[in-house]
Structures are given as C-alpha cells and as structure tokens.
C-alpha cells in the first residue's frame, strides 16, 4: 500500500510537468501540442547522449536537455505556428503541423539515437525506507527536483510580469495587445516554457523508467488524458489531472496486468467525459 | 497641424469597405464624440488608430509625429490607451493584476506602484475586490476597472468605446461622470465612441456623425444636440 502511495507520488510529480507544458501552449496559443511526448522523449534521450556518451554529469545534462528541447518549442513556434495561425484561421492546420512537427522529431530522434530503450546509471545511490515502502534516493531526486520545477513554474506564471502577459494573452488576446504586450514574443516564450517541461520531464523520467525514440505518441496520449481529466487549459486543473492519472497507473500496476491497466483508464475516462466533457476544473462551454 | 490628426482613414474587412475616408481632428485635452448606428464604422475607426485593423489608406498624426506605421504595443508607449467594446477585464484574473497589466510597457516601478494607489482610491468598489477575479465584478464596476486600468498607462489620449454599453441608466451617468472627470484631472484628451448619442453630445465639445462608413456630419457638440437630422436619427426625436 505505501508502495503504491510512494509511485503514485513520483508518477504524478513528473506528469504533472508534462501537464503543465501543454496546458501553457495550449492556453497561451491555443495550440494542442501533438509533439509534447516527442518533446519528452527527446529531453530524454539528451540527457542519455551526455551522461552516457559524453560522460558528464547528470546535472549538466539536464540543462542541456531544457535548453535544447525549450529551444527547439520556441524556433517551431517562430518558424511554423506562427505563420500558419497568420494565413489561416482554422483550427485544424494548427493541429495538423503540430502532428507534423511529432514525426519530424521522432525521426531525428531516430536517426540519430536509434531505436534502443535507453537508460543511465542511478544519479545517486542508496535507498529510503518509509513504512513498509523503499524511495531509491534517485528516485526521491527526481520527485524534489519534479516539485521544485512545478513551484517554480508556478510562482513564474503566477507573480512575474511576464508571467502574467502569458494568463492575460490566453484570456483575451485583443485585450492584451491593448495594453502593449509584444503578443509574438510573448507567445514564443511560453510555447519554448511548455517544450522545456516536457524536455525536463523526459530528462527525468529516463532515470527510472528508461526512454526510447518511439514513446512520444504514448506520452503524448497520457498528457491528453490529464487535461480531459483537469479541464484544458486550467493550471489547477492540469496539476489534478496529473495527480489522478499518476495515482491510477500506479494503483493499477499494483494490482492488476499493465496493459489492462490503461485499458480501464481509457474506458473510465470515456464514462467520464460523458458526465463532465469540459473535465474536472474546466469552464463549461459558454 | 493638430494635436490629433487623422486624414482618410480606409479600412476594409474581406475586400468590403468598413470606412472610407473618415478625417478626425482636435485639440490637447478635448473630448470628441463619434456617434452613429450599429455598423457605421465607429469601432473600425478606433481600430485603425490603435492599429488593430490595417489602414488601406490614410495617415494619423499625434503630437506631431505620424503614428499609423505603429505596431499596437508602441502606440501604447506612445501614450495612447483603448478601452476595448465590452470591456474586456483578463476575467480570471485578479483586480490587481488586471490594473498591473494596464502598466505593462511602464519601467518606472515607483511611479506604477504610486498611480495604482491613486486609480484605487478613485474607485474605491475596486479597492474592497483587490484580490477578486474581475469576472466576478458587476457591469459597471468592470468599466471602472477597465478605464483604471487604461488609465495604468498613462495615457494623454484615451480611447472608449462604448462605454455605456449593456450598463442601466444610473451606471451610465457615473461612466459619464467618470469621463469628464478623468479629461479634466488627469488632463487626457478623450475619442469616445457611443451609440449612447445624447450622453457623448453633452459631455464632449465636438462630434462625428457616421453615416455607412463615412463621416455624414461633424460639428460642436452642442450644436448637434440641437440639429434636428441629429434628433431625429439619434436622440430619439
């Protein structure tokens, strides 16, 4: 039982990071990002290339893997989302060059890494005991460091100017313009915030799980999942989503085979959305 | 040449003319009105001067320097602030970051943080709901915050459109109040768009009339009010 609680705690710390990268692109842009696992994935597979392979610390390569992937979200956002929401302004095109930008990284990451589940050393060693629940201490760094990112991210969009642009440009963008905000660069900040995340998330979660360069479409599903869950586009109501998902996977990997797992998920997911489509925290459509 | 210049202003929406030809000019700290029915090109005209629309032809000068190749935000620093048609609070923000947005292109910390005492203690109903979401403001109350806000800027030009808009009588009167007040305290030259035609002829000293597009009659205020095209089509007769 304390076992489940203590997964269930890490699991959701980190997707409560993926949550919240696509609930700012979303919010901000409003541009469902397809390519959030593959920004995940990867995060992942950075931090794999200079731990493993160049041989640095795992420190240095999660900056790298936050300063690459946050790159990248910020120069597709420049380059393609951007002129595409000026020549047109149906929804669709958006989504599509989104599901376009996913296959354009998940075959990079292919040729470049390859198609092998990667993995790296334990960052520290030793394990905690609670109750009757072992913390390996590298798993314990990564739910601090999850829960420091989240605060930090919060306290960003909640107390900083620029933080509060990026609520204002996602609740009236005319509005906002009126009051002399730089909407483009605003907006390119937040889409390279939302990859950065996902980036994290993935530089993260490769220490206990292990990526490979086809595990964004999977993630990019789970990050769907949680803002059905939480409501799109609500901070709050990412984070619970985040929470609920993190909690039922591990509850159900406990007890019952993994893949019948997911499949409850989706099915209660459905039930669910029958009941409340604008999910838990979401504003019902006016 | 005038405080404000604006000379042919055209704008068309999909290849469809919105205004034609629409000419504005007044002094330092004047009020002028643009009335006119739903559609005439009232909200199309301010819009094109705070460069939300895209001029087809015709040039605005303010203070002396031509202002119409101006992205939004530089027309802010330039001292020109919007209150936008329906009034448009950020509704799940708080009162204060609302008023805090209205500063954005500001640097002076001190003199944001000295104006935000100063909108506060004109509107006081804003000071008990500091920390509320503005959605959940009244109709009025969402104007006031909505003009403190403009007013955040520091504007010496202020724009409103339709501020009376959707607001009972009595609320109407405060706005207008509000107006005279803010021109005469603050000393900020005001373009006020109306459908409330009798409200925009008493409290400003000039007036367009638009007509489909196109400016159909201007003149003093006062005049207006006694014009009896002008009565007939919009003060009710």
């Known amino acids: 039982m304390e076992q489940i609680l203590v997964n269930g705690t890490i699991l959701a710390a980190n997707y409560a990071l993926i949550a919240l990268g696509i609930t700012l692109i979303f919010s901000i842009m409003n541009v469902l990002n397809f390519a959030h696992g593959q920004m995940f994935m990867l995060g992942g597979l950075i931090v794999y290339y200079v731990c493993v392979v160049l041989h640095l610390p795992y ?128 907006s390119t900040l937040g889409f390279g915030l939302g990859a950065a995340l996902a980036g994290v998330a993935g530089g993260l979660l490769i220490s206990i799980s292990g990526v490979n360069a086809g595990i964004g479409t999977a993630i990019s599903t789970k990050a769907f999942i949680m803002i059905m869950i939480g409501g799109a586009g609500v901070i709050s109501g990412s984070l619970l989503g985040a929470v609920v998902l993190g909690f039922a996977e591990a509850i159900g990997y406990a007890l019952i085979p993994g893949s019948v797992t997911y499949l409850l998920i989706f099915v209660a997911l459905i039930v669910f959305l029958l009941f409340r489509p604008q999910g838990i925290m979401g504003k019902p459509a006016a | 040449m005038r405080y404000f210049e604006a000379r042919g ?10 205004i034609k030809d629409i000419s504005i000019g007044f002094d330092e700290g004047q009020i002028v009105a643009l009335i006119g029915a739903n559609g005439a090109g009232k909200t199309t005209t301010l819009r094109a001067i705070t460069a939300l629309s895209r001029l087809k032809a015709g040039e605005i000068w303010f203070e002396g320097e031509q202002i119409d190749r101006h992205a939004p935000a530089a027309l802010v620093e330039r001292g020109i602030a919007m209150v936008p048609e329906g009034r448009r609070v950020f509704p799940h923000m708080s009162i204060r970051d609302n008023l805090l947005m209205g500063a954005y292109t500001r640097k002076d910390k001190a003199g944001v943080a000295r104006d935000l005492e100063r909108i506060l203690a004109r509107f006081p109903r804003l000071e008990e709901r500091f920390r509320q979401s503005a959605g959940t403001l009244s109709g009025g109350e969402q104007e006031m915050l909505v003009v403190g806000r403009a007013l955040m800027a520091k504007p010496r030009l202020l724009l409103l459109d339709e501020p009376s808009l959707g607001l009972a009588p009595m609320v109407v009167r405060d706005i207008a109040n509000l107006i005279v007040e803010i021109n005469r305290d603050e000393g900020v030259s005001v373009i006020l768009v109306e459908q409330n035609s009798r409200m925009a002829l008493r409290i400003s000293q000039y007036a367009y009339v638009l007509e489909t597009g196109r400016i159909g009659l201007e003149g003093a205020s006062a005049d207006l009010l006694h014009n009896d095209h002008v009565k007939a089509l919009y003060l009710g007769g």
């Open chain 1, 59 to 186: 420190a240095l390569a999660l900056i790298a893997a936050v300063v690459i992937v946050g790159l990248i979200g910020m120069l597709f956002e420049d380059v393609f989302f951007q002129r595409v929401m000026r020549i047109s302004n149906r929804e669709e095109n958006t989504m599509l060059l989104a599901v376009g930008t996913s296959l354009l990284l998940e075959n990079a990451a292919l040729s470049l890494f390859g198609e092998k589940q990667r993995a790296i050393p334990p960052i520290v060693s030793g394990v905690y005991r609670i109750g009757n629940a072992f913390l390996p201490a590298s798993r314990a760094l990564v739910l601090v460091l999850s829960l420091v990112l989240i605060a930090a991210v919060l306290v960003f969009v909640n107390y900083t100017k620029t933080g509060r642009a990026m609520r204002a440009l996602a609740q009236d963008r005319t509005a906002t313009l009126l009051m002399g905000v730089d909407a483009k660069r605003i």
């Open chain 2, 9 to 18: 202003l055209t704008v068309d929406y999909d290849r469809v003319t919105a």
